[in-house]
């Protein structure tokens, strides 16, 4: 059987008719996309189940048609995309019924909105076109990756070597595509298109992952936050910002933006422009399934410990979901209760899981990780950046300097009405607490609290929400006065420029801005902050011209 095409997934109770005009539509063109509808394209007198596993396995990509009916557990639509997945390829769904909820497997993923045939139809066909382009060959690669990857702890052990060489094959071509790319060359020319390759590679993933065993595979749902998108720096040019990388990892071997110093950034939020904190959505992902979401070892090493005390219920992420524009723009995280008690025996696992991340037994960015809010604090007053060195009695970052601050998340004190709790709620708590910057609300009213990106602390294993909080008429004088020597024993400011934020990255450590004072080094999830910040606020010229 020659290639699929599209295999349009759909259920026959409510969304037949939607299925074959989108059928027609993509195939009658400019340009033609061929489809594959079990109502037209199944064979007499032949099996039909075999049929329809042939074009799963043939097929370019899946189209799921979202109605009612088509995202229930029951539905044959869930057989489909599950096998689809299996198959290493890409889902598209189409949210056709406005109160069609995403299956929680694909949860991850960005539908298209149908509400509309005409604009959405266009959507798809600008979205299918660009997954022909270098860039989405290169993406498609690294969503098959981080599948491939995902995948591998929960085979049996006589798969493992299978998935293993097929994570080298896919690894592979993935360093070809982003050389051909040039992607540490903002002002590059994409000089190829990989996109027969890619059908090739995909192909040889179905071949490798679709043995006699595969059928009992399962597959979570990836990511597609944009990671890997062009963040504009060179290698040479982290290196030179104190930031070469310390993990051991490429970026892309994670599923991440780029890897600085000991941090893994996520992801920036759209493209550094940053997000309203109050366009953040934050949802309960329910109680704890540690088989799943935290290692095996880890919980473990929780049990044979004594409980702390004080045990605060600590904040997990488990996932987010990157703001749409169509959708109000708003981003979700999905969280889980936890306490500080599963944050010390991850703390004493770190070795461990490190190993494991490079092995490729745990997924880095879909294991559940602590936390924390990092806010850069801009006083607007008189055009200042605030920085706190540590003390050396804390657990984390001892006798470091911070830009500026940070929190973790706590499930009860940052709770909310709507029975959650909020990173905004959290920020407001690090700026007001007496041992952190110990700031009057009278201050604290104005602030506009911007979420810049999203990095995780390699040698910590917690996840930042990087926060930009510019506050009106505060000054560093201000700042100065309020402060109250706590988790932090001192306080300080540099001019809010792009040369001085270069100066700080490039010194890697502190002085105190009038000097005479020891030098301390910055901490690397405060220069990650920092830079992506800069980013945020100054054009990639501006920083990379004295770099």
């Known amino acids: 059987m020659a290639s699929a095409g599209y295999f349009i997934s759909y259920s026959s109770v409510d969304g037949e008719e939607f299925a074959l005009r989108l059928a027609d539509t993509l195939e009658a063109g400019p340009p033609s996309y061929p489809a594959w509808l079990d109502r037209r394209a199944l064979r007499p007198g032949e099996d039909w189940d075999e049929q329809i596993a042939e074009a799963l396995r043939l097929c370019r990509g899946l189209l799921f048609v979202m109605t009612k009916d088509s995202v229930k557990a029951e539905s044959v639509c869930k057989q489909e995309w599950s096998r689809a997945l299996t198959h290493k390829k890409p889902i598209l769904p189409l949210r056709f019924d406005v109160d069609a909820e995403m299956p929680f497997r694909l949860g991850s993923r960005q539908y298209i909105d149908f509400a509309d045939f005409a604009s959405g139809l266009a959507r798809l066909r600008q979205h299918l076109a660009w997954m022909r382009t270098p860039q989405g060959v290169l993406s498609e690669l690294e969503v098959q990756l981080l599948d491939a990857r995902r995948e591998l702890p929960r085979v049996p052990a006589g798969r493992r070597p299978v998935i293993e060489a097929a994570i080298r094959d896919i690894s592979e071509k993935i360093k070809k595509q982003r050389l051909a790319l040039e992607i540490d060359d903002p002002n590059s020319q994409v000089l190829h298109d990989f996109s027969s390759d890619l059908g090739a590679s995909s192909q040889r993933m179905s071949d490798l992952l679709t043995g006699p065993e595969s059928r009992n595979l399962s597959s979570g749902a990836t990511s597609e936050h944009g990671r890997g998108a062009g963040h504009g720096f060179s290698t040479v040019q982290l290196e030179s910002l104190n930031l070469p990388n310390r993990v051991g990892i490429e970026a892309y071997q994670l599923g991440a ?29 329910g109680v ?15 049990r044979k410990s004594p409980e702390p005390k004080p045990n605060r219920p600590k904040v997990h992420l488990v996932d987010w979901n990157a703001p749409i524009i ?54 607007e007053g008189d055009g200042t950046m605030i920085l706190t060195r540590r003390g050396r009695h804390v657990a984390t970052e001892p006798g470091t300097w911070m830009v500026s601050v940070g929190e973790s998340m706590d499930w009860e004190q940052d709770l909310t009405s709507a029975g959650v709790p909020h990173p905004a709620a959290t920020a407001r708590r690090c700026l007001s607490e007496r041992d952190e910057l110990n700031l009057p609300s009278e201050l604290l009213g104005s602030a506009r609290l911007q979420l810049i990106a999203i990095a995780t602390e390699w040698s910590e294993m917690l996840v930042n929400l990087v926060v930009k909080v510019k506050i009106p008429n505060l000054t560093a004088k201000d700042v100065g006065l309020h402060f109250r020597r706590g988790e932090n024993v001192q306080v300080d400011s540099v001019p809010f420029t792009s040369d001085s934020c270069v100066d700080l990255l490039r010194a890697g450590s502190f002085s105190g801005s009038i000097g005479g004072g020891v030098t301390t080094p910055v901490n690397d999830i405060s220069l990650v902050a920092l830079l992506a910040v800069a980013r945020s606020e100054f054009s990639l010229s501006e920083i990379t011209a004295r770099v």
């Open 257 to 285: 933006e780029l890897v600085a110093g000991s941090i893994v950034l996520d992801s920036a939020i759209c493209d550094y422009d940053g997000l309203a904190l109050d366009n953040v959505k934050v949802e309960h992902a």
């Open 326 to 379: 169509d959708q109000g723009d708003i981003l979700t995280l999905d969280v889980i209760r936890t306490d500080y008690w599963l944050s010390e025996a991850t703390q004493r696992s770190i070795p461990r899981i490190q190993q494991e991340v490079r092995g490729g037994n745990i997924d880095l960015l879909r294991m559940a990780r602590r936390l924390d809010v990092h806010l850069v604090v801009i006083a």
């Open 288 to 302: 704890a399934d540690g088989n799943v979401l935290h290692p095996e070892f880890v919980l473990d090493e929780k």
